[in-house]
């Protein structure tokens, strides 16, 4: 994850997301090789002194971090009852009454896919007139969305609101979140904005929108007929492919006995990040720049590639680790994953493992199913199983450098901290049996 903090007078720019979870309590850290920071929405105070207090009036649009940040910045709430009740704030409660604190957070329903971001007239001129910080994320966490839906979410909507966030009088800071996937590179990949042109394949929406339009058979002969024509490709896409939410879909189909192998380099290491490691990383982000005098755009990579690899094989092993301790389904057979590079042999390998011992029709249905559900789920995370760049985080790692013991003990940063085997196989695994699958059940 890349949070992406920049002041509203500079231009803006817009990317899609990357995204991981993990709910949090006090030792919320037991996936760590010890005991350190926590999440960076506890940031409350600045990592600098001596500036005006940057939690004024923080607007923060609902997006997959969100949840994670408020969950953060409540966790606060005991140190503030303290700060709160004492004498110094007698007169403010006497000039406000009791209930003064509880009117600082109103929260705004909207949408920033649709104009005026989903909002009334009055909201939106509230908003525009007294907001501080904007905290933004492309929404969409999904890898193969429609695709007229995941362009209005990553592309569109970012766009919209960085055209809102200029009109804000009082704005200081504006952050966006963001795969780091954006790009397609090799190598390592600095911190540093991608601006408009530096695509390396210089893509052009607007042709590739034409030129699917030609493709079309079918007459277009109004704006309503090739919005259509789009809705319907997305959705033909969409059904090819399914519904998957990051890569809880191939741990899933892999617990399930449906991934005897797998299309990718074995070694390519994964770049899984945690959520509270992203949202402990804007909120120390924000309360750098929150009051800087000079615009800046400024970068930070929330990466393990270099820091703390997790290979796609020992990602794996620990999968097998979990699911042959506790298979998902009852006297399933889960053995160790087989790699291939080469997708003609990944198939015929496939269709090996899942070979119909029955002339049963719906047998052999069953296992020919079984066969296209494994090669699109590799389709789907074919960009990751062979991904040649390392993304690089020495802007995030001075940024933790320059907290204070103290904040670091309380906003975990560090990637290095984290034991991916614990994570995954004792933590990870097991919140997705719980929280994912039991609910898909239960609805």
């Known amino acids: 994850m890349a949070p992406f903090i920049n002041h509203h007078e500079r231009n803006g720019f817009t990317f899609t997301r990357k995204n991981d979870d993990l709910p949090y309590k006090r030792d919320r850290y037991s996936y760590f090789t010890h005991h350190c920071h926590p999440p960076a929405s506890e940031l409350t105070t600045p990592v600098t002194a001596d500036h005006e207090d940057v939690h004024a ?33 007698g007169r403010v409660k006497e000039k406000y009454g009791k209930c003064f604190v509880r009117e600082k957070m109103i929260p705004i329903v909207g949408d920033i896919c649709e104009p005026n971001l989903g909002m009334d007239n009055e909201s939106i001129d509230i908003i525009r007139k007294n907001v501080d910080v904007i905290i933004h994320s492309a929404t969409n966490t999904t890898f193969n969305e429609r695709y007229d839906v ?20 009082k704005l200081q800071l504006f952050t966006h979140v963001s795969t780091a996937f954006v790009n397609e590179g090799e190598g390592i990949i600095l911190e540093k904005p991608l ?35 789009l809705k319907n490709l997305g959705q033909q896409r969409a059904e090819l492919y399914g519904s998957s939410t990051t890569y809880q879909l ?52 929330v990466a393990s590639s270099l820091s703390n690899p997790l290979t796609l094989s020992d990602a794996f092993e620990y999968l097998y680790e979990h699911f042959n301790a506790a298979p998902l389904i009852e006297h399933s057979n889960i053995a160790k994953v087989k790699f291939f590079d080469n997708f003609e042999q990944f198939s015929k390998y496939t269709r090996e493992c899942n070979r119909a011992v029955s002339e049963d029709t719906e047998v052999i249905r069953q296992c020919n199913a079984k066969v296209e559900y494994a090669q699109q789920l590799c389709k789907i995370y074919e960009f990751a199983g062979f991904f040649k760049a390392r993304f690089h985080t020495g802007n995030t790692q001075k940024l933790l450098e320059e907290m204070s013991k103290e904040e670091q003990l309380n906003f975990e940063m560090n990637v290095r901290n984290i034991n991916w085997k614990t994570y995954i196989r004792d933590i990870h695994v097991p919140g997705l049996r719980k929280y994912v699958i039991n609910t898909a059940r239960a609805t």
Request: include cysteine; charge should be negative; glycine fraction near 6%.
């Open 195 to 229: 601006m408009m042109g530096d695509n390396a394949e210089g893509v052009d929406v607007a042709d590739e929108i034409s030129l699917l339009l030609k493709s079309s058979t079918i007459n277009l002969n109004s704006d309503y007929d090739a919005t259509k024509f």
């Open 150 to 169: 995941i362009f209005d979410t990553n592309v569109i909507a970012p766009q919209r609101l960085m055209r809102f966030a200029k009109t804000c009088n």
């Open 250 to 301: 191939m741990a899933i189909s892999y617990g399930k006995g449906l991934l005897p192998a797998y299309f990718a380099n074995p070694q390519v290491p994964l770049d899984l990040i945690t959520v509270d490691l992203v949202a402990n990383t804007m909120i120390a982000a924000i309360a750098k720049h929150g009051n800087t005098l000079t615009p800046q755009l400024n970068v930070y990579h």
């Open 57 to 89: 009036g923080i607007g923060i649009l609902p997006f997959f971090e969100g949840k994670n940040i408020f969950n953060l910045l409540l966790v606060q709430l005991d140190s503030l009852e303290k700060i709160i009740n004492s004498e110094l704030f």
